[in-house]
C-alpha cells in the first residue's frame, strides 16, 4: 500500500517530466548567423520618428531575446534593414458629442524587411512585409494620435521580424 501511495504521489513529479522530454536549450538559429547588423529604416512615412522607433524597437526584441548580438556592418554576419511605409488609418469610434468626428481608429503600420547573409551577400528576407496595428485614440489631434501609437505598431513588427530571423534556423 505505500508502494502505491509513493507511485501516486510521484505522478505529477513524472508527468512534468515527460512534458519537457521534447525540449532543447537554444536557438535553432546557425551561430553563425547571430552577429546582426541593423541598420536604420527607412522612413517612407510623413511622421519624422516612424523609421527610427520601428529600428529601436526591433533593436529592443533582438537583444532582449538574447538569441542575437548587435554589432558593426563589418562584423556582422546578419545584416538586416527596412523601410517603413505610411501608416493606413481607419475611423472606429466617433466623438459622442459630434457623430461626424472620429476619436478612434485602428491604425495599421507597415515595414518592408530585407536581411542579408553578410559573408555570402544571399537575401534570406527578401523585401517581405510586416505589420503591427494598434487602436489609436487621438483625442481631436490625429498627428498626435498617430505618434503616440506608432511604438506600440512597430513593437508588434519587431515581434513578427524577431519570429522569421528565428526561422531562418530551419531553413
Request: charged share 20%.
Amino acid at each position: 500500500m505505500k508502494r502505491f501511495l509513493a507511485l501516486f504521489a510521484l505522478l505529477p513529479l513524472m508527468a512534468l517530466l515527460a512534458g519537457c522530454a521534447g525540449y532543447t536549450r537554444g536557438s535553432s538559429v546557425p551561430k553563425d548567423l547571430r552577429a546582426v547588423h541593423l541598420a536604420a529604416f527607412e522612413n517612407g512615412t510623413l511622421y519624422p520618428m516612424a523609421g527610427a522607433t520601428v529600428t529601436e524597437q526591433i533593436a529592443r526584441a533582438l537583444i532582449d531575446d538574447g538569441t542575437f548580438s548587435l554589432t558593426d556592418y563589418d562584423s556582422a554576419t546578419l545584416r538586416v534593414q527596412g523601410v517603413v511605409s505610411d501608416p493606413v488609418t481607419r475611423a472606429v469610434a466617433f466623438d459622442q458629442s459630434n457623430r461626424l468626428v472620429p476619436d478612434e481608429f485602428r491604425m495599421v503600420l507597415s515595414a518592408k524587411i530585407y536581411a542579408f547573409d553578410a559573408r555570402t551577400g544571399e537575401a534570406l528576407i527578401n523585401g517581405k512585409t510586416f505589420t503591427g496595428e494598434t487602436l489609436m485614440l487621438t483625442m481631436n489631434d490625429y498627428q498626435t494620435g498617430v505618434m503616440n501609437y506608432l511604438p506600440r505598431a512597430a513593437k508588434q513588427i519587431a515581434d513578427r521580424v524577431l519570429e522569421e530571423l528565428h526561422s531562418l534556423g530551419t531553413r
